[in-house]
């Protein structure tokens, strides 16, 4: 076979493709765009997917990429088998070809043949294939024209041959390309395909005949236009070609294991524990080098959440290996060296990506050390009560909440002698990923009608409102209800498509136009403007007068001066992007944006909230763009040329071949298919008004432009007239009189604290003094107003201090919630614990505590019940 590279293996597949006239697409970010039913992207068809729908029409018949894909979180998940075997990951990157509607089966598994036979050059005699039971063309096709023999296809059933997008939706019957490399790899005698799932005989390639549509019944309706999705790991195929027992040999991932062997001084292959241990950290690490550098932050949901957790468990299988401080962080360098060339984007986040990944190390260090402290607390709440089992929901509290891994928690637990209760574990583990399923499941993404997509195709819209606000067109189509009608009446509300139209669909995070639409026997009012496909465009309205029909000629009239409004904060979002990478770093990255008329709020990818000064610098740096009046130029050219020229290509966008750039004086350089202004002084006006967090790593800022922005600070102005009369103070000297009223109110606030501190120690004298001796234990119970939290446990020192030996119990109430507090003096914690008593009263309260032996602490809803607490409380020291 001779010795292939990863880096030969993936340019070879790809250019025998595109000799076999194949568009090359370049892998898109491992977010998918506008697929809500996706966690990550986990196959080489989900950036296709809009063609396979009938969404949009594809720019090619014909396609191959090689997509980096992720299998960790929602439906598809391989974390918890990362590093036990040898060929699963949660990075990886999935070879294949595509058709839309052009070949099918005959060409699909001709081309595979070729590929595997002529150019891999695998011996025939290893190779075997599988097809769907009921799929005789395949079976035929494998052994008529290719001279499979018949006991080398295997007719495998739905679960394992036949592939769906969803419950409804494009399906077919899948065939696949085995590699068998030799009983050395069997798990037995009997290794057989479709019986085991051992290495013996490896699947290498799968082929899926798209060819029906399946309803909510379960028929199938054969495609009009049958499509190939293939896909073709390319670690697996490495691993053959390069003749090793397993992916994490291949020079895709040997290089990291080695690195993680030589930074522990432990050596690879030598003991399986290590070694696990070492391919963990092999995976991880390209799978948190692309993911930060696609956009994702770590956070405690979604997408940020799965980061987390590979970080982390990357982090703890380094700790297995003696590696006790952060090392991660450096092992994204060695990513770059084996990837670099072929992903740039790896690159050009290389310092952002190594800043986030030591962040989350420092952070998951003080959280491991955080929860084996609460570990410890488990085991002597176990051991005190005579228990050795460490319940499910406090070993998932301690997987979900501190990020121990299980293994983690069964070796603490077998150093303490102690057993864990795996089933409750596992039960929550299954809930939290049906619940994670569910969140991202999204609902089946529906195939648009025949007809819509007739009509998409045949009289696709055409936007004219970059050159002009108005404009004449013809009504192609009528929607309602989902469904194309012939007219619409007096008072309906539709969608209308035109043939022409002057309206802006909403995308690219600028909202939809508004305006009129009028002809002879209508007149209607838009009050939106979408995409309804990629081709069509609808105008959501209602019918004021008369009625729309499907051929009437109608003028199109776009609101113009929300539509101008709109231009103006289109080209200042350009220019905040900009300024925000400059100041911030050239890891600042669109995560959302939305361009309203009044208004624009840009979302970012950022790891901590920016500084006053740096704000104040991103404002002015803006406004200064404003003031050169730069002109906006807008072109089209090639999307190469179009990077090659330093343009912004927008994260999770899908581009064509032909792009539009804006430029903005040679300062903002973005892909972009928005409306905008002829000259950033057009703008008038830019203010910055808010910047928040909206998830961990990701950062919003808003702002207004032009007018609104004047009205914002005639608002503001406003504001200090009322102060500067209100405090009576001129307005120049407004801060100080603010801060002289805070100082005078903090000097009474203390005297007051004073005075309130002075009558509770008189009325704790008393309770004390009346509180029974119970056994020689004075048991004290109190009920304070005005108390709660830090205040209740300085009370419980006075009490403890007066009374030498002492339990205390009391109720807080402050700001309108109940606090409850147990403590007990040193010489009793060997007989009693706080934590363990607080556990048996708070439920009586309608709540609950915890803590430690000597000092516990919880919240309280119900005090109807306090007397039989107090008394409760008692009972503890009367025998």
């Known amino acids: 076979m001779g010795k292939w590279t990863g880096k030969e293996i993936r340019e070879a597949f790809l250019r025998f493709f595109e000799d076999k006239e194949h568009f090359r697409v370049k892998s898109s970010p491992l977010i998918p765009k506008n697929d ?48 036990k075997t040898g060929r699963h990951h949660t990075f990886f990157e999935m070879l294949g070809n595509f058709s839309f509607g052009d070949y099918f089966k005959k060409e699909a598994i001709e081309f595979a043949w070729e590929l595997v036979t002529k150019v891999f050059k695998l011996p025939e005699d290893r190779l075997y294939v599988s097809v769907y039971e009921k799929d005789d063309e395949a079976f035929e096709i ?47 005698e009997n290794c057989e395909i479709g019986k085991c799932d051992c290495d013996r005989y490896l699947e290498i390639w799968n082929l899926v005949f798209m060819q029906f549509e399946r309803d909510e019944s379960g028929k199938l309706t054969p495609l009009a236009h049958p499509s190939i999705d293939t896909g073709m790991g390319l670690e697996r195929i490495a691993s053959v070609l390069q003749n090793v027992p397993s992916n994490y040999e291949t020079d895709l991932l040997f290089p990291l294991v080695k690195w993680a062997s030589d930074l522990s001084g432990t050596p690879y292959g030598k003991d399986e524990k290590s070694s696990t241990s070492m391919r963990v950290i092999a995976d991880h690490l390209r799978a948190l080098t692309f993911l930060i550098a696609d ?32 090392f991660l962080f450096e092992g994204v360098d060695e990513v770059l060296n084996i990837m670099g060339d072929t992903y740039p984007e790896i690159v050009e986040n290389k310092d952002f990506i190594k800043k986030v990944t030591l962040k989350e190390e420092e952070r998951f260090s003080k959280t491991l050390e955080r929860g084996l402290y609460i570990f410890a607390e488990i085991i002597d709440k176990l051991r005190n009560e005579g228990k050795d089992i460490i319940p499910g929901e406090e070993a998932f509290k301690l997987y979900d909440t501190f990020g121990f891994p299980l293994d983690l928690i069964l070796e603490v637990a077998n150093d303490e002698n102690l057993k864990v209760d795996i089933s409750g574990f596992e039960k929550l583990l299954a809930e939290q990923k049906e619940r994670a399923r569910k969140a991202w499941k999204g609902g089946v993404q529906k195939v648009i009608s025949p007809e819509l997509q007739k009509l998409s195709e045949e009289s696709p819209s055409i936007f004219i409102g970059y050159d002009h606000l108005e404009g004449i067109g013809k009504i192609t189509g009528i929607l309602k209800d989902g469904r194309l009608i012939e007219e619409a009446k007096e008072g309906e509300e539709v969608t209308v498509i035109l043939d022409k139209t002057p309206f802006y669909p909403e995308k690219g995070g600028q909202v939809g136009d508004t305006g009129i ?63 925000l990478r400059e100041v911030l770093g050239n890891h600042v990255k669109q995560a959302g944006s939305l361009v309203l008329p009044d208004r624009l709020r840009f979302d970012f990818t950022h790891f901590e909230a920016p500084t006053e000064e740096e704000l104040q610098t991103i404002e002015e740096t803006v406004y200064n763009w404003v003031l050169k009046n730069y002109p906006v130029k807008i072109e089209e050219m090639s999307y190469d040329k179009a990077i090659e020229r330093g343009a912004i290509a927008l994260f999770g966008e899908k581009y064509g071949d032909v792009v539009r750039v804006v430029d903005v004086g040679g300062v903002s350089v973005e892909l972009c298919g928005g409306t905008h202004v002829e000259r950033s002084g057009d703008i008038g006006f830019f203010k910055l008004i808010s910047e928040s967090s909206i998830s961990s790593g990701t950062r919003r800022v808003e702002a207004v432009v032009g007018k609104e922005a004047f009205k914002y600070i005639e608002e503001k102005e406003a504001l200090i007239k009322k102060l500067r009369s209100s405090l009576q103070s001129p307005e120049e000297q407004l801060l100080q009189k603010v801060e002289k009223l805070k100082e005078e109110l903090k000097a009474k606030e203390k005297e007051l604290e004073r005075i309130k501190k002075k009558l509770a120690t008189a009325e704790i004298d008393q309770i004390v003094e009346d509180a029974p001796i119970i056994n020689g234990i004075k048991v004290v119970t109190a009920k304070l107003e005005g108390f709660g939290g830090k205040e209740l446990a300085e009370i419980a020192d006075v009490i403890r201090n007066k009374a030498k030996t002492a339990a205390v119990m009391i109720v807080g109430i ?44 919880g919240g309280v809803q119900n005090l109807s019940k306090l007397e039989e607490a107090f008394s409760e409380f008692k009972r503890n020291f009367e025998n």
């Open 142 to 188: 494998w052994n008529k024209l290719i001279g499979i023999p018949e006991n080398k296809i295997y007719k495998l059933g739905e679960k394992d041959n036949f592939w769906a997008m969803g419950d409804t939706g494009p399906c077919g019957p899948c065939s696949e390309i085995y590699y068998d490399r030799g009983e050395e790899f069997a798990c037995g």
């Open 814 to 857: 402050k700001d309108g919630k109940a606090s409850l507090l147990i403590a007990l003096t040193k010489d009793l914690t060997d007989r009693f614990k706080a934590g363990e008593i607080i556990r048996e009263i708070a439920p009586i309260l309608e709540g609950k505590g915890g803590g430690r032996p000597d000092m516990a602490q």
């Open 517 to 579: 639409i009028e002809g002879n026997n209508c007149y209607c009012e838009v009050l939106d403007t979408q995409n309804i496909t990629e081709n069509l465009i609808g105008h959501k309205l209602v019918v004021k007068k008369g009625k729309v029909k499907v051929g009437n000629i109608v003028n199109a009239i776009v609101d113009e001066k929300r539509r101008k409004a709109i231009m103006r904060a289109h080209t200042a979002t350009h220019l905040l992007h900009k300024a």
């Open 36 to 83: 809500p039913t996706l966690l990550f992207t986990n196959a080489g068809m989900v950036q296709f997917k809009d063609y396979f729908l009938g969404k949009e029409k594809p720019p090619f018949k014909r396609a191959t990429s090689c997509q980096k894909c992720m299998r960790a979180g929602g439906k598809h998940n391989d974390l918890e088998n990362v590093g």
């Open 295 to 326: 956009g994702v932050l770590p956070s405690n949901e979604g997408r940020g959440y799965v980061l987390r957790r590979i970080i982390r468990r990357a982090s703890r299988h380094g700790r297995l290996l003696g590696i006790d401080k952060p």
